[in-house]
């Protein structure tokens, strides 16, 4: 289990380079933070208020102290535009976020995969040069364009989707209690069925909007690793043993493959997070990115530099995850670590 | 040896592929509309027609017009100004910052190189997009930030790639060769090692400048930076995107088909570069 | 008797972007019992693509031109994918050079042991664990319980050679085909692992047919030894007939060039001149380039093997 802790700790300076990120960002800029944190409706006598009360008189590393302070106390601050504090707010939005950012996944992974293995089983021939056709095009759409085309042919044009009216259409539906926070699971938790089908197709179009983009890198780096790994010295040992072609591609080769495909997952979380604010855009999604950009547009200072904080300790979590997983595939990791 | 290698690379590149030229050749009448967009535009991009609102796509008006009865097609063409400017500048000043970083991480090591490194990784250690909108919150809402920002989030990519090649270049043959005769460190790295890493950079920034348009776009698209009435295609989506649910499909799908073919032409014309460079390196 | 494994007139191309690649000509080797059968020649002579055509397992580039390869009767070339999959591993294995790569990185040995019992053997799942450390045991190594556990990144390249063996001997193959086996080991362990091929060939009656381009470790292990040089076999006879009365102007530069106990470095001589490029047109007689006995009826097709006792084959028109 030592590994585990290693890894753990492996994280500390990447969250430590994040927090003074975020102070830097919002104490240490040009211009007058307090006027920022104050609001676009504030007065001089307001600002100097406000400047008082963050301590933004002090100086620079006394602030960096208190912010320190704060945040063990998970104190992020209050929004201006909600009047609540960020963290409630935040979290109270993150299971939305979250629940379509694991579908785009799944969806991402269900396709890119299999494409990726089946092109390297067949280099060069029609179906390889079809997945890498279809994947380059895919790379190049802007996800919030490829958002709205969908929703304008397969709920404007063809009728197929539901109105994109978020999660679910709450005048047809109601909420189903809490527990997660994730429709999904909610709905499925309270045997709700026709909730847990409303909420499923409000997620499809959002969910394969924002993973098509992410077709690309996962598909691309299954083809090159499967391709690389049917070609190794123990594949050749496989077919020599007279092993079948099943367990020769899955057990032998494919496992092989899922490392440098875990790697690339790192680079497709932080995609995935990103456009995910897009999408949510589109879609009157009521995630933390909606949320981010209702606050960008209105100032609300400490609303943005919360949201900035989770995505990026998400994020660092989420590469943390991947690096363990990789370590279950991998014994030669576990072993250097 | 060399040359005749290059060569066939080249006929490989562009005679077997001629999809890249065909994205050279895109590109540069999107580039064309970039420098003329104002005065090759049939119309005033600006120019509100109060009687001829959200009219479909004809022959006086091939891309349609928008809400205000602007022409589509105007306003696609000066956008690319606005579009390929920013990324243009965003990965030019990216690629100069990112190389002389890496370059000085990996020719010296050392502290520099921790500081270099340890700065790439708190950057990369964010969602990237979810930065920029950090940064250009932060430094305000302007053009100049975004392209500030989406220089920032591309940094990490040349710094390392350029750390990578100089730690290995540095103790090549021609380099050890040029040190000994009496040469000083930055002359050595000017002079010998940065113009033998310049070609496979140039690979990068053009797999990256799709990227960087997607990425000054998004921002748009979310209301940061650029404002109306401003054609950029980002925002021109964002307009059009309230006129779906009553199917007038060519306010958003032009723009954004701008931005798809600007995006796909860059990606091809990296893809064919690479090649051109190295063949073995396809996937 | 029959023959376990006959290949006749076997021709191989590969037909490349560059153009055909005329790999092997009119080769011809026959194996049975449990003999040691070596083949020896320079590198790129064509040895290892022999070894996977006999497998069926040859690139997809490849063409086979002519000529027939039976192994106990079945006939190797024209089988179904299925019937040759049956043989992989159960009555044909192979064994690698660079043991290390050879072998899943991220299988625990033990495991890969038991993917080929439980695919050829119809071993219960309840014995596979037992048998496939039997299977180790059977190799020499120490420990055997806990190397079954073990990754192959945990072992040094001797014992992963030890492994292989054991993966190869788990059904009891009646042919081992061992391409290079010691390639990338010390010499202390290429003994070791020598003598463990040896041993076990003897005591399994199983044939083994023993590639490599070490003509003194041939010498030393195989009961007889084919030459091959650029695609062609040129010459086959029993080892002592082979190092002391070298009857092709090859198989006798190979010789020069092999160091023995009784020779010092100096003594040794290299091979002049280079393989022929095996793409385009190749003269009859592909040695005739780097040959100084060569006369204009060197050119002659059909290049005639000359039998210089009932054992003792060389494909030359003026043996030594
Ligand atoms: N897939 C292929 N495509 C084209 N040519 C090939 C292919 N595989 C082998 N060859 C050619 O066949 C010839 C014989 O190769 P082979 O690997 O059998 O040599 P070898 O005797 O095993 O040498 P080594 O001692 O290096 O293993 C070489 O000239 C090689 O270039
Ligand atoms: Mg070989």
Redesign the pocket.
């Given at each position: 289990m030592s590994f585990v802790w290693k890894r753990l700790l492996g994280t500390v300076p990447s969250l430590a380079g994040v927090i003074v990120v975020t102070f830097l960002l919002s104490h240490a800029l040009p211009g007058d933070p307090a006027a920022y944190f104050a609001g676009p409706a504030a007065n001089a006598v307001s600002i100097a208020e406000v400047r008082a009360k963050l301590g933004l008189d002090q100086s620079l590393p006394l602030q960096f102290l208190h912010y320190l302070g704060d945040l063990a106390r998970g104190d992020l601050g209050h929004s201006l535009t909600t009047g609540q504090p960020v963290v409630t707010d935040l979290l109270q939005r993150l299971p939305a976020s979250m629940e379509l950012t694991f579908f785009a996944l799944v969806f991402a992974v269900a396709i890119a995969i299999p494409m990726g293995v089946w092109a390297a089983t067949r280099p060069d021939s029609l179906v390889d040069h079809v997945c890498r056709a279809t994947v380059s095009v895919a790379a190049a759409f802007p996800t919030f364009f490829v958002g709205l085309l969908l929703v304008y042919v397969f709920y404007f044009l063809l009728d197929l989707a539901p109105e994109p009216v978020g999660r679910l259409n709450e005048i047809l539906y109601t909420v189903p209690p809490h527990v997660t926070g994730m429709y999904t699971l909610d709905s499925l938790i309270a045997g709700d069925w026709p909730v847990l089908a409303a909420s499923l197709a409000q997620l499809v179009l959002p969910a394969i909007s924002l993973g098509l983009f992410a077709l690309a890198p996962i598909a691309r780096i299954t083809r090159a690793a499967m391709l690389q790994s049917l070609g190794s010295d123990f594949t050749r040992t496989a077919r020599a043993s007279g092993l079948k072609r099943g367990k020769i591609l899955f057990t032998y080769a494919f496992r092989n493959a899922l490392l440098p495909v875990s790697n690339v997952l790192g680079m497709v979380f932080s995609f995935l997070l990103g456009a995910n604010v897009l999408i949510e855009q589109v879609y009157g999604w009521q995630g933390i990115g909606a949320y981010a950009v209702n606050a960008v547009l209105a100032s609300d200072y400490a609303a943005v530099q919360g949201f900035v904080l989770m995505m990026a300790v998400l994020y660092v979590l989420l590469n943390l995850l991947v690096d363990l997983a990789g370590t279950l595939i991998d014994p030669r990791v576990r072993f250097e670590a | 040896m060399r040359d005749t290698t290059l060569g066939r690379n080249i006929v490989h590149a562009f005679g077997e592929n001629r999809l890249t030229l065909v994205a050279v050749g895109i590109l540069l009448l999107l580039l064309l509309c970039a420098m003329f967009g104002q005065s090759l535009a049939p119309y005033d991009p600006l120019t509100t027609d109060g009687a001829a609102k959200l009219s479909s796509p004809s022959s006086t008006h091939p891309f349609g017009t928008d809400a205000l009865g602007r022409d589509i097609l105007s306003r696609v063409m000066v956008a690319a100004r606005l579009d390929l400017g920013m990324a243009i500048s965003a990965v030019v000043l990216s690629f100069t910052l990112g190389l002389t970083l890496g370059a000085v991480a990996g020719y010296f090591g050392g502290w520099p190189d921790r500081i270099v490194g340890r700065l790439m990784d708190t950057i990369m250690a964010f969602p990237l997009f979810v930065l920029a909108m950090g940064i250009v919150a932060a430094l305000g809402n302007t053009e100049l930030n975004i392209i500030l920002a989406t220089m920032i989030i591309n940094l990490p990519f040349y710094s390392r790639f350029a750390r990578g090649e100089v730690n290995v270049r540095r103790e090549m043959g021609y380099v050890e060769a040029a040190r000994m005769g009496g040469n000083k460190a930055l002359p050595v790295l000017i002079n010998h090692i940065i113009p033998n890493i310049l070609p496979p950079m140039m690979v990068q920034a053009s797999l990256n400048m799709g990227w960087a348009i997607l990425n000054a776009a998004g921002l748009s698209f979310i209301g940061l930076g650029v404002r109306p009435p401003t054609p950029e295609w980002g925002i021109m989506v964002s307009e059009g995107a309230s006129f779906i649910i009553s199917g007038e499909w060519w306010t958003f799908v032009f723009p954004g088909a701008a931005l798809v073919l600007a995006v796909f032409c860059f990606n091809l014309l990296g893809d064919g570069l690479r090649d051109l460079l190295d063949p073995r390196r396809r996937i | 008797m029959t023959a376990q494994l006959q290949i006749e007139n076997f021709s191989l191309v590969?037909r490349?972007r560059q153009g055909m690649?005329r790999?092997l000509e009119d080769v011809s080797l026959w194996i049975t019992g449990s003999e040691i059968v070596g083949v020896v020649?320079?590198?790129?002579?064509?040895?290892?693509?022999?070894a996977y055509a006999i497998m069926g397992l040859q690139?997809a580039?490849?063409q086979v031109t002519g000529g027939r390869i039976t192994f106990g009767g079945m006939d190797m070339l024209g089988a179904s994918e299925e019937a040759l999959v049956d043989v992989r591993g159960r009555e044909i294995a192979m064994i690698f050079q660079s043991p290390r790569t050879a072998l899943n990185p991220i299988r625990r040995v033990g495991r890969q042991i038991e993917d080929i019992l439980s695919q050829h053997a119809n071993v219960p799942a309840s014995k596979l664990r037992s048998q496939a450390i039997a299977a180790l045991e059977r190799v020499h190594i120490p420990d055997p319980e806990r190397r079954y556990k073990a990754y192959p990144f945990e072992l040094s390249g001797g014992m992963c050679q030890r492994v292989m063996i054991a993966m190869a001997l788990a059904c009891s193959p009646s042919l081992l085909i061992a391409?290079?086996p010691t390639t990338g080991l010390d010499v202390t362990t290429q003994a070791v692992i020598m003598d463990l091929i040896r041993e076990m060939s003897r005591s399994s009656r199983m044939a083994t047919l023993l590639?490599t381009?070490d003509l003194a470790l041939a010498g030393e292990y195989c009961d007889r030894i084919a030459v091959?040089h650029a695609?062609h076999l040129v010459e086959i006879a029993p080892v002592a007939e082979l190092l002391h009365h070298p009857a092709h102007p090859y198989t006798r530069q190979l010789l020069a060039a092999t160091p023995t106990p009784h020779s010092s470095i100096e003594d040794l001589v290299s091979i002049p001149g280079q393989l022929p490029d095996?793409r385009g047109d190749l003269p009859a007689c592909r040695f005739s380039g780097r040959c100084e006995r060569h006369a204009p009826i060197c050119d002659e097709r059909p290049l005639p093997w000359a039998t210089l006792s009932p054992t003792h084959h060389v494909r030359c028109r003026s043996p030594l």
């Open positions: - | - | 590969f490349t690649v790999a020649g320079e590198s790129g002579s064509g040895k290892s693509v022999l690139d580039a490849a391409d290079e590639i381009h091959m695609g095996l």
